[in-house]
């Protein structure tokens, strides 16, 4: 072991030093903990600080050391600009840009270089097919070994990125929330080390660098709202962390509010957030859904960054949408026909987010408002090979 963590509970604040592997409070039991950063961070650490076209330029804010860093480009991923739109400023940040196309890179290349870090040669982790394709393409560049547990449903064009990069792949018989309990099983007996969605704290330790990214984008602003295409809800407590630490350090002045975006099947973190206001802020357990969608990135039943995802959406006075089929396909198509933006169903369901928030008058009339647009396209094409009804 290089390196004892500091880490820090999101629901009982306990403070506590551990080795790469922490993830459970040792104190409430019953949540993740986030990798506690600015408990270390030296003072003078200002933006002039932050040079370089990877994620690795905010290499203070990280709880890695850079050497470890892999040699593709990571992060540095265009914000795209198209002025006034039905009234408000909308940007869509292009994550598909990243090495396997997908924002969940920044997510495997902080775990990467923890493993390596800690000695480590072999990774595993659960995926639809995003995360598995991100890790195993990564995993290849640091020349490390990677095992990926799929479900049967996994998009054929994201296991053969996985093939390519010559990862194992193991076919679950069920669905992502088997594969998740398969791959933590595996690396308990075997010691690889798990990338697990909720379950490895350092996940959202690369997933918080697309706030960072789009902060400075937009001059060291928050925009009004960032809108999130959410499963597991780790992306949504990524980017609160993000700008927390941003405003802790003074970088950004204020938080802007989040807009987490569902499929209607696949709603947990939506119905979530509904009993933890009906309980004054009192986390529920978690709602288990069934879902059925062509979304497949954020079809997960029982979402396993549960927690640290309601907390976000409350700290950051959020809201929810969901969304049924027909709408995520029509808001795909509208995206990529109207703006150039091609990006895979989940991510492109945010468009239709924002039309509807801003018929309902939610979001409001002159404010920035960004699109996380998460995945390419090219990922799964099937639901664009006919025409839209």
């Known amino acids: 072991?290089?390196?004892?963590?500091?880490?820090?509970?999101?629901?009982?604040?306990?403070s506590q030093t551990s080795n790469a592997w922490a993830s459970t409070?040792?104190?409430?039991?019953?949540?993740?903990?986030?990798?506690?950063?600015?408990?270390?961070?030296?003072s003078d650490?200002?933006?002039?600080?932050?040079?370089?076209?990877?994620?690795?330029?905010?290499?203070?804010?990280?709880p890695a050391d850079k050497q470890y860093a892999s040699p593709l480009q990571v992060g540095g991923t265009p914000l795209y600009d198209f002025g006034i739109q039905?009234?408000?400023?909308?940007?869509?940040?292009?994550?598909?840009?990243?090495?396997?196309?997908?924002?969940?890179?920044?997510?495997?290349?902080?775990?990467?270089?923890?493993?390596?870090?800690?000695?480590?040669?072999?990774?595993?982790?659960?995926?639809?097919?995003?995360?598995?394709?991100?890790?195993?393409?990564?995993?290849?560049?640091?020349?490390?070994?990677?095992?990926?547990?799929?479900?049967?449903?996994?998009?054929?064009?994201?296991?053969?990125?996985?093939?390519?990069f010559g990862a194992t792949v193991v076919t679950v018989d069920g669905d992502y929330d088997m594969a998740y309990h398969r791959a933590s099983e595996f690396a308990a007996r075997t010691g690889a080390y798990c990338r697990n969605t909720g379950a490895n704290p350092f996940t959202r330790e690369g997933k918080k660098t697309v706030a960072f990214e789009i902060?400075?984008?937009?001059?060291?602003?928050?925009?009004?709202?960032i809108f999130v295409p959410t499963g597991d809800g780790n992306i949504l407590s990524s980017v609160a962390k993000g700008f927390i630490e941003l405003r802790a350090l003074g970088l950004v002045k204020r938080l802007p509010r989040l807009a987490c975006v569902q499929a209607r099947s696949s709603n947990a973190i939506s119905l979530g957030l509904q009993a933890a206001r009906l309980n004054a802020g009192l986390f529920q357990p978690v709602p288990i859904v069934s879902p059925k969608t062509c979304a497949d990135s954020i079809a997960v039943r029982e979402p396993k960054d549960f927690v640290s995802a309601i907390k976000a959406l409350i700290d950051f006075d959020g809201v929810c949408v969901?969304?049924?089929?027909?709408?995520?396909?029509?808001?795909?198509?509208?995206?990529?026909?109207?703006?150039?933006?091609?990006?895979?169903?989940?991510?492109?369901?945010?468009?239709n987010g924002l039309t509807r928030l801003l018929a309902e008058d939610v979001v409001r009339s002159g404010e920035h408002v960004v699109l996380l647009g998460t995945g390419s396209g090219l990922k799964d094409p099937s639901v664009f090979s006919t025409e839209e009804s």
């Open 215 to 225: 902060a400075e984008q937009l001059g060291w602003q928050s925009p009004d709202w």
């Open 86 to 164: 039905s009234g408000i400023h909308l940007y869509v940040k292009d994550e598909s840009r990243n090495p396997s196309g997908s924002l969940k890179d920044r997510a495997s290349e902080l775990v990467l270089a923890v493993a390596r870090e800690n000695g480590i040669d072999h990774v595993v982790t659960a995926s639809t097919g995003n995360a598995a394709a991100s890790l195993a393409c990564l995993a290849a560049s640091q020349r490390m070994n990677a095992t990926i547990f799929v479900p049967q449903n996994a998009p054929t064009a994201k296991l053969a990125q996985v093939k390519a």
């Open 322 to 351: 969901e969304l049924d089929e027909g709408e995520i396909v029509h808001s795909t198509r509208q995206l990529a026909k109207h703006y150039g933006v091609f990006l895979e169903p989940s991510a492109g369901a945010t468009y």
């Open 1 to 14: 072991m290089k390196r004892l963590y500091t880490f820090r509970c999101g629901v009982c604040a306990e």
């Open 45 to 62: 650490d200002g933006v002039e600080r932050f040079h370089g076209e990877t994620l690795w330029k905010y290499a203070r804010l990280l």
């Open 25 to 42: 409070c040792r104190c409430c039991r019953s949540a993740r903990l986030d990798v506690d950063v600015l408990s270390s961070m030296a």
